[in-house]
Protein backbone atom coordinates (compact mmCIF):
# COMPACT_ATOMS: atom_id res chain seq x y z
CA UNK A 1 0.00 0.00 0.00
CA UNK A 2 1.72 3.42 -0.81
CA UNK A 3 2.43 5.94 1.99
CA UNK A 4 -0.18 8.14 0.88
CA UNK A 5 -2.67 6.16 0.86
CA UNK A 6 -2.15 4.70 4.04
CA UNK A 7 -1.70 8.55 5.27
CA UNK A 8 -5.12 8.98 4.28
CA UNK A 9 -6.58 5.84 6.02
CA UNK A 10 -4.88 7.18 8.94
CA UNK A 11 -6.50 10.64 8.73
CA UNK A 12 -10.02 9.00 7.92
CA UNK A 13 -9.60 6.97 10.81
CA UNK A 14 -9.00 9.30 13.51
CA UNK A 15 -10.97 12.16 12.29
CA UNK A 16 -14.00 9.31 12.44
CA UNK A 17 -12.97 8.75 16.74
CA UNK A 18 -13.25 12.11 16.95
CA UNK A 19 -16.86 12.24 14.92
CA UNK A 20 -17.93 9.46 16.42
CA UNK A 21 -17.61 11.00 19.96
CA UNK A 22 -19.62 13.64 18.08
CA UNK A 23 -22.00 11.94 16.48
CA UNK A 24 -23.19 10.59 20.37
CA UNK A 25 -23.22 13.58 21.71
CA UNK A 26 -25.33 15.90 18.79
CA UNK A 27 -26.77 12.39 16.52
CA UNK A 28 -28.20 11.23 19.88
CA UNK A 29 -28.76 13.69 22.55
CA UNK A 30 -28.92 17.01 20.43
CA UNK A 31 -26.05 18.57 22.34
CA UNK A 32 -24.07 20.41 19.89
CA UNK A 33 -20.20 21.30 21.30
CA UNK A 34 -17.69 23.35 19.44
CA UNK A 35 -15.54 22.48 22.03
CA UNK A 36 -14.23 18.89 21.06
CA UNK A 37 -10.98 20.07 19.48
CA UNK A 38 -10.38 21.22 22.68
CA UNK A 39 -10.90 17.57 24.22
CA UNK A 40 -8.93 16.53 21.14
CA UNK A 41 -5.96 19.07 21.96
CA UNK A 42 -5.72 17.99 25.68
CA UNK A 43 -5.79 13.85 24.22
CA UNK A 44 -2.74 14.97 21.79
CA UNK A 45 -0.74 16.77 24.69
CA UNK A 46 -1.11 14.58 27.30
CA UNK A 47 -0.67 11.57 25.08
CA UNK A 48 2.62 13.44 23.22
CA UNK A 49 4.10 14.17 26.63
CA UNK A 50 3.96 10.98 28.45
CA UNK A 51 5.62 9.27 25.05
CA UNK A 52 8.16 11.73 24.39
CA UNK A 53 9.30 12.98 27.44
CA UNK A 54 8.22 10.03 29.91
CA UNK A 55 8.73 6.89 27.52
CA UNK A 56 5.74 5.72 28.24
CA UNK A 57 4.30 2.91 26.49
CA UNK A 58 2.18 4.18 23.42
CA UNK A 59 -0.88 2.33 23.97
CA UNK A 60 -0.92 3.44 27.87
CA UNK A 61 0.02 7.01 26.56
CA UNK A 62 -3.26 6.56 24.88
CA UNK A 63 -5.09 5.30 27.62
CA UNK A 64 -4.34 8.03 29.58
CA UNK A 65 -4.80 10.86 27.10
CA UNK A 66 -8.32 9.78 26.13
CA UNK A 67 -9.15 9.45 30.22
CA UNK A 68 -7.69 12.94 30.85
CA UNK A 69 -9.70 14.31 28.23
CA UNK A 70 -12.78 12.42 29.86
CA UNK A 71 -12.03 13.85 33.23
CA UNK A 72 -11.90 17.02 32.21
CA UNK A 73 -15.15 16.34 30.46
CA UNK A 74 -16.98 15.07 33.28
CA UNK A 75 -15.57 18.38 35.59
CA UNK A 76 -17.09 20.42 32.76
CA UNK A 77 -20.12 18.76 32.24
CA UNK A 78 -21.01 18.68 35.68
CA UNK A 79 -20.83 22.60 35.53
CA UNK A 80 -22.22 23.74 32.46
CA UNK A 81 -24.78 20.81 31.06
CA UNK A 82 -27.64 22.34 33.37
CA UNK A 83 -27.26 25.06 30.96
CA UNK A 84 -30.56 25.02 28.27
CA UNK A 85 -29.14 24.67 24.56
CA UNK A 86 -27.50 27.52 23.32
CA UNK A 87 -25.94 28.53 26.71
CA UNK A 88 -24.58 25.19 26.78
CA UNK A 89 -23.03 25.44 23.04
CA UNK A 90 -21.41 28.76 24.40
CA UNK A 91 -19.84 27.35 27.22
CA UNK A 92 -18.23 24.38 24.77
CA UNK A 93 -17.24 27.20 22.35
CA UNK A 94 -15.05 29.28 25.54
CA UNK A 95 -13.41 26.14 26.27
CA UNK A 96 -12.39 25.16 23.47
CA UNK A 97 -10.54 28.33 22.80
CA UNK A 98 -9.71 28.28 26.72
CA UNK A 99 -7.44 25.05 26.26
CA UNK A 100 -6.29 26.77 23.14
CA UNK A 101 -4.83 29.87 24.43
CA UNK A 102 -3.88 28.07 27.75
CA UNK A 103 -1.70 25.64 25.55
CA UNK A 104 0.05 28.55 23.95
CA UNK A 105 1.17 29.80 27.31
CA UNK A 106 2.13 27.29 29.17
CA UNK A 107 5.48 26.87 27.15
CA UNK A 108 7.41 24.66 29.83
CA UNK A 109 4.78 21.92 29.75
CA UNK A 110 3.22 22.30 26.11
CA UNK A 111 6.06 23.93 24.21
CA UNK A 112 3.85 27.13 23.82
CA UNK A 113 2.73 28.86 20.51
CA UNK A 114 6.44 27.35 18.67
CA UNK A 115 4.66 23.65 18.74
CA UNK A 116 6.06 20.81 20.48
CA UNK A 117 8.31 18.71 18.66
CA UNK A 118 10.19 15.63 18.15
CA UNK A 119 6.82 13.16 19.00
CA UNK A 120 8.06 9.91 18.17
CA UNK A 121 6.00 8.52 15.29
CA UNK A 122 4.06 5.45 16.64
CA UNK A 123 0.71 5.69 14.96
CA UNK A 124 0.43 3.02 11.98
CA UNK A 125 -2.10 2.25 10.37
CA UNK A 126 -3.06 -1.15 12.46
CA UNK A 127 -2.94 0.82 16.04
CA UNK A 128 -5.66 3.27 14.09
CA UNK A 129 -7.86 0.45 12.46
CA UNK A 130 -7.76 -1.18 15.53
CA UNK A 131 -9.23 1.82 17.22
CA UNK A 132 -11.72 2.34 14.79
CA UNK A 133 -13.06 -1.11 15.17
CA UNK A 134 -13.22 -0.91 19.34
CA UNK A 135 -14.75 2.37 18.97
CA UNK A 136 -17.11 1.90 16.49
CA UNK A 137 -18.12 -0.98 18.56
CA UNK A 138 -18.31 0.83 21.95
CA UNK A 139 -20.64 3.59 20.43
CA UNK A 140 -22.75 0.92 18.42
CA UNK A 141 -23.25 -1.13 21.71
CA UNK A 142 -23.85 2.31 23.57
CA UNK A 143 -26.32 3.15 21.31
CA UNK A 144 -28.10 0.04 20.73
CA UNK A 145 -29.00 -0.45 24.81
CA UNK A 146 -30.64 1.52 27.53
CA UNK A 147 -28.36 4.16 27.46
CA UNK A 148 -28.79 4.88 23.74
CA UNK A 149 -32.49 4.23 23.83
CA UNK A 150 -32.53 7.05 27.12
CA UNK A 151 -30.49 9.77 24.68
CA UNK A 152 -32.60 9.63 21.78
CA UNK A 153 -35.47 10.49 24.74
CA UNK A 154 -33.90 13.58 25.60
CA UNK A 155 -32.96 14.28 21.92
CA UNK A 156 -37.15 13.79 21.05
CA UNK A 157 -38.95 14.95 24.21
CA UNK A 158 -36.56 15.90 27.56
CA UNK A 159 -39.83 16.58 29.29
CA UNK A 160 -41.40 13.45 28.43
CA UNK A 161 -38.28 11.45 29.21
CA UNK A 162 -38.02 12.65 32.92
CA UNK A 163 -41.57 12.20 33.26
CA UNK A 164 -40.40 7.61 32.01
CA UNK A 165 -37.97 7.72 35.03
CA UNK A 166 -35.06 8.90 32.69
CA UNK A 167 -32.01 11.04 34.43
CA UNK A 168 -31.24 13.37 31.92
CA UNK A 169 -28.75 15.12 33.84
CA UNK A 170 -26.63 11.73 34.45
CA UNK A 171 -27.33 10.74 30.65
CA UNK A 172 -26.27 14.15 29.34
CA UNK A 173 -23.03 13.80 31.41
CA UNK A 174 -22.56 10.54 30.09
CA UNK A 175 -22.68 11.12 26.45
CA UNK A 176 -20.82 14.60 27.09
CA UNK A 177 -17.89 12.47 28.84
CA UNK A 178 -18.02 9.60 26.44
CA UNK A 179 -17.98 12.24 23.12
CA UNK A 180 -14.60 14.60 25.53
CA UNK A 181 -12.90 10.67 25.47
CA UNK A 182 -13.61 10.03 21.68
CA UNK A 183 -11.77 13.36 21.01
CA UNK A 184 -9.05 12.79 23.45
CA UNK A 185 -8.26 9.10 22.17
CA UNK A 186 -8.48 10.64 18.30
CA UNK A 187 -6.12 13.42 19.55
CA UNK A 188 -3.74 11.16 20.87
CA UNK A 189 -3.14 8.91 17.71
CA UNK A 190 -3.22 12.26 15.82
CA UNK A 191 -0.28 13.51 18.06
CA UNK A 192 2.09 10.35 17.37
CA UNK A 193 1.05 10.13 13.44
CA UNK A 194 1.80 14.08 13.02
CA UNK A 195 4.72 14.25 15.40
CA UNK A 196 4.57 17.71 15.89
CA UNK A 197 1.87 19.60 17.17
CA UNK A 198 1.18 23.04 17.89
CA UNK A 199 -1.95 24.51 19.88
CA UNK A 200 -3.82 26.10 16.88
CA UNK A 201 -4.08 23.16 14.83
CA UNK A 202 -7.41 22.07 17.78
CA UNK A 203 -9.09 25.54 16.61
CA UNK A 204 -12.61 26.41 16.24
CA UNK A 205 -12.09 25.47 12.85
CA UNK A 206 -11.69 22.13 13.73
CA UNK A 207 -14.42 22.01 16.63
CA UNK A 208 -16.82 23.18 13.72
CA UNK A 209 -15.39 20.37 11.25
CA UNK A 210 -16.07 17.93 13.63
CA UNK A 211 -19.99 19.27 13.84
CA UNK A 212 -20.25 19.19 10.32
CA UNK A 213 -18.82 16.26 9.83
CA UNK A 214 -21.69 14.91 11.72
CA UNK A 215 -24.39 17.05 10.29
CA UNK A 216 -24.10 16.27 7.27
CA UNK A 217 -23.38 12.12 7.63
CA UNK A 218 -26.33 12.32 9.50
CA UNK A 219 -27.60 12.72 13.02
CA UNK A 220 -28.59 9.73 14.97
CA UNK A 221 -26.60 7.65 12.52
CA UNK A 222 -23.78 6.07 13.21
CA UNK A 223 -22.74 4.50 9.77
CA UNK A 224 -23.81 8.17 8.36
CA UNK A 225 -21.21 9.40 10.59
CA UNK A 226 -18.66 7.44 9.11
CA UNK A 227 -19.88 8.30 5.65
CA UNK A 228 -19.78 11.62 6.48
CA UNK A 229 -16.17 11.46 7.43
CA UNK A 230 -15.36 9.74 4.27
CA UNK A 231 -16.80 12.75 2.36
CA UNK A 232 -15.42 15.99 4.72
CA UNK A 233 -12.07 14.06 5.03
CA UNK A 234 -11.16 13.04 1.44
CA UNK A 235 -13.09 16.34 -0.56
CA UNK A 236 -10.03 18.35 0.28
CA UNK A 237 -8.41 15.25 -1.11
CA UNK A 238 -9.82 15.27 -3.78
CA UNK A 239 -9.97 18.37 -5.13
CA UNK A 240 -6.29 19.06 -4.29
CA UNK A 241 -5.13 19.43 -7.49
CA UNK A 242 -6.67 22.76 -7.72
CA UNK A 243 -5.28 23.96 -5.13
CA UNK A 244 -6.62 27.16 -3.79
CA UNK A 245 -9.95 26.41 -5.14
CA UNK A 246 -10.28 23.19 -3.42
CA UNK A 247 -11.68 24.71 0.04
CA UNK A 248 -14.19 26.96 -2.06
CA UNK A 249 -15.84 23.57 -3.59
CA UNK A 250 -15.43 21.59 -0.52
CA UNK A 251 -17.21 24.37 1.12
CA UNK A 252 -20.04 24.17 -1.85
CA UNK A 253 -20.53 20.56 -1.53
CA UNK A 254 -21.39 20.82 1.71
CA UNK A 255 -23.93 23.71 1.06
CA UNK A 256 -25.30 21.53 -1.25
CA UNK A 257 -25.48 18.22 0.38
CA UNK A 258 -27.31 20.23 3.18
CA UNK A 259 -29.62 21.23 0.85
CA UNK A 260 -30.66 18.28 -0.96
CA UNK A 261 -30.36 16.31 2.28
CA UNK A 262 -31.53 18.39 5.55
CA UNK A 263 -31.28 15.21 7.34
CA UNK A 264 -28.03 14.58 6.43
CA UNK A 265 -26.60 11.24 4.18
CA UNK A 266 -27.91 8.84 6.38
CA UNK A 267 -29.88 11.05 9.17
CA UNK A 268 -31.89 8.98 12.05
CA UNK A 269 -31.10 5.70 10.33
CA UNK A 270 -28.46 3.02 9.85
CA UNK A 271 -26.83 1.56 6.83
CA UNK A 272 -28.04 -1.77 6.54
CA UNK A 273 -28.13 -4.85 4.37
CA UNK A 274 -31.93 -5.58 4.74
CA UNK A 275 -33.30 -2.48 3.97
CA UNK A 276 -30.79 -1.72 0.94
CA UNK A 277 -32.61 -5.59 0.14
CA UNK A 278 -35.88 -4.56 0.46
CA UNK A 279 -35.36 -1.15 -1.34
CA UNK A 280 -33.93 -3.37 -4.52
CA UNK A 281 -37.57 -5.56 -4.38
CA UNK A 282 -39.80 -2.00 -4.18
CA UNK A 283 -37.30 -0.72 -6.82
CA UNK A 284 -38.22 -4.13 -9.44
CA UNK A 285 -41.49 -4.53 -8.28
CA UNK A 286 -42.18 -0.58 -9.38
CA UNK A 287 -40.26 -1.67 -12.64
CA UNK A 288 -42.48 -4.78 -13.05
CA UNK A 289 -45.51 -2.91 -12.54
CA UNK A 290 -44.31 -0.07 -15.05
CA UNK A 291 -43.96 -3.15 -17.61
CA UNK A 292 -47.34 -4.44 -16.75
CA UNK A 293 -49.07 -1.19 -17.43
CA UNK A 294 -47.22 -0.19 -20.49
CA UNK A 295 -48.62 -3.89 -21.66
CA UNK A 296 -52.24 -2.69 -20.53
CA UNK A 297 -51.58 0.32 -22.82
CA UNK A 298 -50.20 -1.43 -25.76
CA UNK B 1 -58.31 1.12 51.73
CA UNK B 2 -55.14 3.28 51.94
CA UNK B 3 -54.15 6.85 50.65
CA UNK B 4 -51.89 6.78 47.66
CA UNK B 5 -51.55 10.49 46.81
CA UNK B 6 -52.56 13.06 49.64
CA UNK B 7 -51.64 16.84 48.99
CA UNK B 8 -52.08 18.99 51.87
CA UNK B 9 -52.04 22.99 51.62
CA UNK B 10 -50.70 23.31 48.40
CA UNK B 11 -49.69 26.92 47.23
CA UNK B 12 -48.03 27.87 43.86
CA UNK B 13 -47.59 31.47 42.22
CA UNK B 14 -46.69 32.36 39.37
CA UNK B 15 -45.30 36.44 39.70
CA UNK B 16 -48.75 37.44 41.40
CA UNK B 17 -50.87 34.66 39.73
CA UNK B 18 -51.85 32.07 42.22
CA UNK B 19 -52.01 29.64 40.26
CA UNK B 20 -52.63 27.04 43.28
CA UNK B 21 -54.83 27.92 46.42
CA UNK B 22 -54.38 25.81 49.22
CA UNK B 23 -54.96 22.62 47.27
CA UNK B 24 -55.96 19.62 49.17
CA UNK B 25 -56.27 15.90 48.27
CA UNK B 26 -56.83 12.31 49.56
CA UNK B 27 -56.67 9.87 47.07
CA UNK B 28 -57.07 6.49 47.80
CA UNK B 29 -55.96 3.56 46.22
CA UNK B 30 -57.99 2.13 42.99
CA UNK B 31 -59.74 4.96 42.65
CA UNK B 32 -60.42 7.55 39.71
CA UNK B 33 -60.39 10.64 40.71
CA UNK B 34 -61.36 13.82 38.62
CA UNK B 35 -59.88 17.50 38.63
CA UNK B 36 -62.06 19.54 36.42
CA UNK B 37 -62.46 23.52 36.03
CA UNK B 38 -62.54 26.06 33.52
CA UNK B 39 -59.30 26.60 31.44
CA UNK B 40 -56.44 28.12 33.75
CA UNK B 41 -58.07 27.04 36.64
CA UNK B 42 -54.41 25.74 37.66
CA UNK B 43 -55.62 21.91 36.90
CA UNK B 44 -52.09 20.97 34.66
CA UNK B 45 -49.95 23.21 37.41
CA UNK B 46 -51.24 20.54 39.92
CA UNK B 47 -50.09 17.87 37.79
CA UNK B 48 -47.05 19.73 37.13
CA UNK B 49 -46.20 20.19 41.17
CA UNK B 50 -47.05 16.90 41.52
CA UNK B 51 -44.35 15.52 38.84
CA UNK B 52 -42.23 17.46 40.45
CA UNK B 53 -41.99 20.05 36.99
CA UNK B 54 -42.61 22.71 39.36
CA UNK B 55 -41.68 23.19 43.08
CA UNK B 56 -44.68 24.03 44.86
CA UNK B 57 -44.42 27.84 47.32
CA UNK B 58 -45.22 25.73 50.43
CA UNK B 59 -47.51 22.61 51.06
CA UNK B 60 -46.66 18.67 51.21
CA UNK B 61 -47.26 16.30 48.66
CA UNK B 62 -47.13 12.40 50.21
CA UNK B 63 -46.77 9.82 47.78
CA UNK B 64 -47.29 6.22 49.69
CA UNK B 65 -46.89 8.21 52.53
CA UNK B 66 -43.13 9.49 51.28
CA UNK B 67 -43.03 13.38 50.71
CA UNK B 68 -41.97 13.99 47.01
CA UNK B 69 -41.86 17.68 47.24
CA UNK B 70 -38.46 18.28 46.46
CA UNK B 71 -37.73 15.69 44.10
CA UNK B 72 -37.17 15.45 40.69
CA UNK B 73 -39.29 14.72 37.67
CA UNK B 74 -37.38 10.91 37.32
CA UNK B 75 -37.29 10.48 40.80
CA UNK B 76 -40.94 10.80 40.62
CA UNK B 77 -41.44 8.94 37.50
CA UNK B 78 -39.32 6.23 39.21
CA UNK B 79 -41.63 6.15 42.30
CA UNK B 80 -44.20 5.08 40.51
CA UNK B 81 -46.14 8.27 38.89
CA UNK B 82 -46.78 7.75 35.57
CA UNK B 83 -48.37 10.58 32.92
CA UNK B 84 -49.51 12.10 29.70
CA UNK B 85 -49.41 15.33 28.37
CA UNK B 86 -52.10 17.79 27.66
CA UNK B 87 -50.20 18.77 24.34
CA UNK B 88 -48.94 15.27 23.21
CA UNK B 89 -45.35 14.72 24.02
CA UNK B 90 -44.08 11.63 22.15
CA UNK B 91 -40.70 10.94 21.06
CA UNK B 92 -41.82 11.88 17.60
CA UNK B 93 -38.88 10.49 15.54
CA UNK B 94 -38.93 7.12 16.63
CA UNK B 95 -40.91 4.08 16.43
CA UNK B 96 -44.12 3.19 18.40
CA UNK B 97 -42.71 0.47 19.61
CA UNK B 98 -39.07 2.30 21.14
CA UNK B 99 -41.61 4.72 22.91
CA UNK B 100 -43.12 2.52 24.98
CA UNK B 101 -38.87 0.53 25.46
CA UNK B 102 -37.94 4.06 26.45
CA UNK B 103 -40.63 4.00 29.28
CA UNK B 104 -39.47 0.30 30.33
CA UNK B 105 -35.70 0.84 30.74
CA UNK B 106 -36.27 1.13 34.51
CA UNK B 107 -36.59 -3.03 34.26
CA UNK B 108 -32.63 -3.35 33.33
CA UNK B 109 -30.11 -4.15 35.31
CA UNK B 110 -27.43 -4.73 32.94
CA UNK B 111 -24.29 -2.03 33.01
CA UNK B 112 -22.18 -0.86 30.54
CA UNK B 113 -20.23 -3.58 29.87
CA UNK B 114 -22.19 -6.17 29.47
CA UNK B 115 -23.62 -4.25 27.20
CA UNK B 116 -20.52 -3.52 25.35
CA UNK B 117 -19.74 -7.74 25.51
CA UNK B 118 -23.40 -8.38 24.30
CA UNK B 119 -23.26 -10.93 27.47
CA UNK B 120 -26.40 -13.33 27.52
CA UNK B 121 -27.53 -11.20 30.38
CA UNK B 122 -27.93 -7.65 27.94
CA UNK B 123 -30.09 -10.35 24.98
CA UNK B 124 -32.26 -11.91 27.92
CA UNK B 125 -33.36 -8.64 29.32
CA UNK B 126 -33.53 -7.18 25.91
CA UNK B 127 -35.48 -9.64 24.97
CA UNK B 128 -38.15 -9.92 28.49
CA UNK B 129 -38.32 -5.96 27.07
CA UNK B 130 -39.41 -6.55 23.97
CA UNK B 131 -41.68 -8.79 24.56
CA UNK B 132 -43.71 -6.55 28.06
CA UNK B 133 -43.57 -3.93 24.84
CA UNK B 134 -45.12 -5.98 22.65
CA UNK B 135 -47.62 -7.09 24.97
CA UNK B 136 -48.52 -3.97 26.35
CA UNK B 137 -49.09 -2.38 22.47
CA UNK B 138 -51.20 -5.55 22.10
CA UNK B 139 -53.43 -4.38 25.14
CA UNK B 140 -53.96 -0.71 23.14
CA UNK B 141 -54.23 -2.26 19.92
CA UNK B 142 -51.34 -0.71 18.48
CA UNK B 143 -49.20 -4.18 18.09
CA UNK B 144 -49.66 -3.93 14.06
CA UNK B 145 -48.35 -0.01 14.17
CA UNK B 146 -45.04 -0.79 16.11
CA UNK B 147 -42.69 -0.24 13.33
CA UNK B 148 -44.60 3.19 12.66
CA UNK B 149 -42.96 6.09 13.22
CA UNK B 150 -44.99 7.83 16.33
CA UNK B 151 -45.39 11.11 14.93
CA UNK B 152 -47.08 9.28 11.79
CA UNK B 153 -50.16 8.16 13.61
CA UNK B 154 -53.41 9.70 13.86
CA UNK B 155 -53.81 11.17 16.87
CA UNK B 156 -56.22 8.94 18.66
CA UNK B 157 -53.82 6.32 18.63
CA UNK B 158 -51.04 9.46 19.66
CA UNK B 159 -52.93 9.47 22.86
CA UNK B 160 -53.18 5.70 23.49
CA UNK B 161 -49.56 5.60 22.44
CA UNK B 162 -48.88 7.89 24.89
CA UNK B 163 -50.76 6.31 27.65
CA UNK B 164 -49.24 2.74 27.11
CA UNK B 165 -45.76 4.74 27.34
CA UNK B 166 -46.88 5.68 31.14
CA UNK B 167 -47.87 2.70 31.78
CA UNK B 168 -45.02 0.74 30.65
CA UNK B 169 -42.99 2.67 33.54
CA UNK B 170 -44.97 0.17 35.84
CA UNK B 171 -46.75 3.12 37.79
CA UNK B 172 -49.13 2.85 40.77
CA UNK B 173 -50.92 6.13 40.03
CA UNK B 174 -51.17 7.33 36.83
CA UNK B 175 -52.11 11.15 36.12
CA UNK B 176 -53.99 11.87 32.29
CA UNK B 177 -54.26 15.55 31.35
CA UNK B 178 -57.50 15.97 29.22
CA UNK B 179 -57.03 12.05 27.36
CA UNK B 180 -60.71 12.47 25.76
CA UNK B 181 -59.35 16.29 23.93
CA UNK B 182 -60.05 16.45 20.38
CA UNK B 183 -62.09 13.36 20.63
CA UNK B 184 -65.34 13.02 19.55
CA UNK B 185 -68.33 11.51 21.30
CA UNK B 186 -67.57 7.70 19.81
CA UNK B 187 -63.83 7.97 20.49
CA UNK B 188 -64.64 9.27 24.33
CA UNK B 189 -67.25 6.39 25.10
CA UNK B 190 -64.18 3.96 23.54
CA UNK B 191 -61.58 5.89 25.57
CA UNK B 192 -63.99 5.25 28.74
CA UNK B 193 -63.54 1.82 27.69
CA UNK B 194 -59.94 1.99 27.59
CA UNK B 195 -58.76 3.37 30.19
CA UNK B 196 -61.35 1.11 32.98
CA UNK B 197 -59.24 -1.94 31.33
CA UNK B 198 -55.57 -0.33 31.76
CA UNK B 199 -57.04 0.54 35.10
CA UNK B 200 -57.83 -2.82 36.41
CA UNK B 201 -55.22 -4.63 34.04
CA UNK B 202 -52.40 -2.89 36.04
CA UNK B 203 -54.00 -2.20 39.65
CA UNK B 204 -53.58 1.37 38.58
CA UNK B 205 -54.98 4.46 40.88
CA UNK B 206 -56.12 7.41 38.15
CA UNK B 207 -56.06 11.53 38.94
CA UNK B 208 -57.38 12.94 35.63
CA UNK B 209 -58.34 16.28 33.82
CA UNK B 210 -61.09 16.13 31.69
CA UNK B 211 -63.35 18.07 30.05
CA UNK B 212 -65.96 15.66 28.40
CA UNK B 213 -68.44 15.36 31.30
CA UNK B 214 -69.52 12.10 29.48
CA UNK B 215 -66.12 10.89 30.50
CA UNK B 216 -65.82 12.35 33.74
CA UNK B 217 -69.36 10.55 34.37
CA UNK B 218 -67.96 7.42 33.19
CA UNK B 219 -65.04 7.50 35.00
CA UNK B 220 -64.46 9.17 37.70
CA UNK B 221 -66.11 7.86 41.62
CA UNK B 222 -65.21 11.38 42.94
CA UNK B 223 -64.16 14.70 41.15
CA UNK B 224 -62.70 18.01 42.87
CA UNK B 225 -63.92 21.33 40.78
CA UNK B 226 -60.99 24.05 40.39
CA UNK B 227 -61.80 27.57 39.53
CA UNK B 228 -58.76 30.01 39.60
CA UNK B 229 -56.65 27.79 41.92
CA UNK B 230 -59.17 27.60 44.45
CA UNK B 231 -60.94 24.32 45.01
CA UNK B 232 -65.16 25.17 44.84
CA UNK B 233 -66.49 22.18 45.24
CA UNK B 234 -65.58 18.46 45.95
CA UNK B 235 -67.36 15.04 45.84
CA UNK B 236 -69.46 12.87 43.68
CA UNK B 237 -70.44 14.29 40.06
CA UNK B 238 -73.83 14.53 40.26
CA UNK B 239 -73.16 16.20 43.82
CA UNK B 240 -71.21 19.36 42.23
CA UNK B 241 -73.07 19.26 39.61
CA UNK B 242 -75.95 21.48 41.55
CA UNK B 243 -73.53 22.96 43.40
CA UNK B 244 -74.18 26.85 42.72
CA UNK B 245 -70.17 28.17 42.78
CA UNK B 246 -69.86 25.43 39.70
CA UNK B 247 -72.60 26.88 37.90
CA UNK B 248 -71.40 30.36 38.43
CA UNK B 249 -67.51 29.22 36.97
CA UNK B 250 -68.88 27.82 34.37
CA UNK B 251 -71.96 29.76 33.20
CA UNK B 252 -71.28 33.08 34.73
CA UNK B 253 -73.19 34.85 37.93
CA UNK B 254 -77.22 34.70 37.54
CA UNK B 255 -78.53 37.91 37.32
Known sequence: ???????IIILVGINLIAVLGVSILTGFTKLFSFGNAGFMSIGAYTCAILTTRYNVPFIVAIIAGAAFAGLVGYGLGSLTLGLQGDYFLITTLGFGECVRVLFEYITPVTGGAKGFSGIPHYTNIWIVLISVILAFIFAWTLTHSKYGRNLTAIREQEVAAQAVGVDTAKNKLMAFVVSAVYAGW????YANSLTFLEPKIFNLAKSS?????TVIGGLGSLTGSFLGTCVVTLLPEIFRSLSSYRMLLYGIAVVVIIIVRPSGLYGYKEFSITRIGKWFKKLGKKAGDAKRRGDVAE | MSEILKICGLNKNFGGVRAIDSFHLQLEEGKIH?????????????FNTVTGIYQPDSGDILFRDKKITNSKPFQIAQMGIGRTFQNIRLFSNLSVLQNVLIASNMDITYNMMQSFLRLPKYKREEEQLCEKAMNLLEIVGLQDLADARANSLPYGHQRKLEIARAVALNPALLLLDEPAAGMNGEESVELVGFIKEIKTRFHLTVLMIEHHMDVVAGLCDHVTVLNFGKTIAEGTLDDVKCNKLVVEAYLGEEK
Open chain 1, 1 to 7: MSGYLQG
Open chain 1, 186 to 189: AGAL
Open chain 1, 209 to 213: ELTIT
Open chain 2, 34 to 46: GLIGPNGAGKTTI
